[in-house]
Structures are given as C-alpha cells and as structure tokens.
C-alpha cells in the first residue's frame, strides 16, 4: 500500500484518489478512525423507555445500544460470544433480554451472558457465564439529547472532542427548551466512499449554487447563492471548523436575512415568545445555523435532517437519516418542517438526488487507474483563517466558500491514520492546527 502521507498533502491542497478507493486504507480507517473516533448511537427520543435499543453502527460494528432499567443506557457489540451470530436481528424495538437465534444464548439488557442452553449438563463447572458478555462499548457520554460511544478507552471526554464546535452544535440542538424529537427516519445505500458526505456539510457549501440550483429554483428555495453568482457577488456567510476534523459552514451571518432554515421553522421561531426562549437558551448562537459534521459523520444540517452514515467498504455508504422538530412546537410546523426534509434531503429528496449523482460518478470514475493516481484540489484558501473571532469559536473564515474546513477534516483524517494511540494524534493535533502556525 502507498503511504497514506503521500496521500493526503494539507500544506499544497491536494489529496489523491486512493484515499477513495483503496482497500487497505479502508481497513486502516476501521482501525485508526472508527475505532478511536466518537460517535453518535441514539437519541433520547429513539429509545425513550427501559428495554428500547436500536441496533445501530460504530464503523462497520453493529452496536445495539438500549435503554436500562434505571434510565442510563449502555451499549455493547451485536455478537453473540458463542459463534458469533448476530445476538438480535431487529433494528429496534424493546426487550426484557435478547436470546441469539442460533444456539439461544441469552443476554440481559447490559449485554451481560445470563443463561445457556445444557449448561450444567452439558459444561464443565470451569465454564463462567461472567467471562462471555457482549462486548461492551466501554466509553458512552450523553451531550443534549444525544448518546455517544467511543471503542477507544483513552479518548477525550466527548465535550473536549467536540472543542469549539460545541457552540456551533449547541445552537442545532439546544435551542428549545423542551428539546426535539425524532419523527421520522430513512436509511439507504449509496455507491460511493463515506468522506465524500462527510466532507460536504463540513466544508462545501459552494456546490450548492451550481449542483442545486435547478432543484432550489424548483422547490422555491432561495437560489440567491446562484443569483448572486451571475452576478458576480459573493455570498454572506461563514465557515467554521475545530481540531478533531468537525466543521461547517452557513449562509447569512448572525441576524442576516438569509435564511439558513425552511420556512416553517423560520415562522414558529419568529413569534416573540419563541424567539425570546431561543434568545435566552443561546444568545449570540442562534443563527449559526446551515451545515455541520462532527467528525466522522455525524451530521446536522439546518433544515433538522440529522444523521450519520455508516462506512461500508470503500466503495459504499450507508445512511441513517432522521428528521428532529421541536417538541413543543404546533404540530402544523412540525408536519412542515418534516415534509421541506422529505422534499429535500430523504432517498427521493431533490438535494439529496444531485448529491447522491456526483459522489457516485467520482467514485465510478476512480475504477480507472489513471483516475486514481491523479490529485483532487483543495485550493481554495484565499479567506484568512481567525482563531476564535468574536461570536466565533474555533477556526473560522468570513467566506462561506472555504476549503479551510475540509483541509482541516483531512488533515486531522490524516493525522488519525499516522497516530497509534490518542496521546500522539493530540500532540500532532496541536502541532497542526490549520491558520496558527
Ligand atoms: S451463536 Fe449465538 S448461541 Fe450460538
Ligand atoms: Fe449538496
């Protein structure tokens, strides 16, 4: 295999197609980046009762990840310690235990070996129930609403691996006093390598006038990125991004009239009680809104489809798509906000569509040996990066068209692949922070 420094050059902008493609760094990436990163397993709303679990995925590792008796969750490894056969075979539902289909080893709710069948009859009394439990994922944080897991054990605290996303983050999810709820999800697979999404709501925002603009004119939504293009101006916005590989971008700043989220949402937020409480919970925050990914793929994007995607080999993604409203909002602005999501960003969903169109046409193209080899840019650098600018923590540039973000999520990418613990990618993190050395 090529050496993956050879791969991803952060101080020219260039990066090379294997890194898309390649196999064996693909299996890096399951060891160096899904074993080590956080990521998101379920929402309050997911699993709101004792006994709820969905099964959901850390990399490629099916995780089933449920509520417990005293409200806590836990999350352990959907391999039964027998043969290995899915222990449960249902994405969701609710349990008192879950029984494997094979040979019907059972385990409770923690994930704990309780019961096998012909044990005192057919075991020797050396054999211990206590040894074989589900593999527990052994770091679980909950942050707003949202439960996370790490497999690595040595990981940051989840809210120090957020850094200074968590401002940005905090104005998504913590704008409502009585929080938000899950109300629909979608899941599908897509032929193409998992960083092409990631890297999108992460950093490029300047597809959107040309990729989407015949599906914004459609949908009525405001195609003023195109316009303003044929007009040769620059957009409002701004970008952000923060030392783990997290980032995002948004048209508009604090109080502009762009509008970053569909209109419904925009109506129920205008009314001044509304907008008072969001005021209160997030002052200067409560604007920021557009795309945003924490690394590897936790994404948020400003019309409340949240999501992940799961890696499932080089040449293919699966995602998991669930739209949020608020919980107290009227339900006519909730069946809205979950309509513009369906009309947009769902399988059949117009943005969705062209996205989907290009990821699969790079990854196509990269079958050739040629296409492989050659270098992808990622030039466009010309906004200077600020360190904490006033309402603006982290990195962050006053264009909304940015290649900042993204170098700086292939540069952490980068720096994960290279490390071996997270003691070394902290020290190379610092060394590398992107516009401060
Ligand atoms: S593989 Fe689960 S009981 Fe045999
Ligand atoms: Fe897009």
Redesign the pocket.
Known sequence: MTDITDLVDIENGQLNGQIFHDQAIYEMELEKVWRRAWCMLAHDSMIPKKGNFIQNFIGEDPVLVVRQKDGGVKAFLNQ??????R?CRFDKGTAKAF???????SYDLEGKLVQ??HQEAAYPESFDRADHSAVAVPRIEYYKGFWFGTWDEDAPPFEEYLGSAKYYLDGYIDRWDEGMEAVAFHRWVLPNNWKYMAEQPTSDMQHSEITHVSAASVLNKASDAADRTLRGKEPKGRQFFSDYGHGGAWFGLKGAEVPNTGKAMQKWESEPEVAAMVERRLGDNREVRGHLNIWPTFMVLGNYTIRVTHPRGPHEQEVWAWTFVPKEAPEEIRDSIRKDVLRTFTPGGMFEADDALNWEEMQQVLRGKVARDSGFSYQMIGAPIEWDAECYPGGSSAHVFSDNAALNMYSNYLDMMTSDSWDELKAKRAEHRMGAN
Not at 80 to 85: I, K, L, V
Not at 99 to 105: D, K, P, Q, R
């Open positions: 039964c310690r027998h043969r290995g056969m222990i029984t494997c289909s094979f040979h019907g080893w096998v069948p």
